[in-house]
């Protein structure tokens, strides 16, 4: 099995020893986003719905780099350390994916790097 690097500029940079994605097969594995900017790395701003949106541009903008769009993604993970705003994530994700939608954990955590509120991975089937 081969396995391929996928890199962007269109979404933030790694912050650690990890690749964007990385592609095996017809499989693309997408790591964890936080809400950065790629533009400034920095968290973005404003109300959770912001950084929900902004972790879901990250998503699309590397599943772009590996010749898919978000929308072939099988299996998304959501890890909010506030429950609550679960249901944001519901409303927004309508915007990002068309039926049949992908499978999708959504789990409460403590706490995520740089102290986001939301982060989400995904796999990709192309």
Known sequence: MSKKPIQTSAAPAAIGTYSQAVAA???????????????TGELTGGDISDQIRQVFDNLT?????AGGQLNDAVKI????????HFAAVNEIMESYFSEPYPA??????????RGAAVEADAILAL
């Open 61 to 65: 903008a590397i599943a772009t780099a």
């Open 25 to 39: 097969n017809n499989t693309v594995y997408i790591s964890g986003q936080i809400p950065l900017d790629p533009a």
């Open 104 to 113: 999708r954990a959504a789990v409460g955590v403590a706490a995520l790097p």
């Open 77 to 84: 993970t959501v890890y909010l350390t506030d429950l609550s």
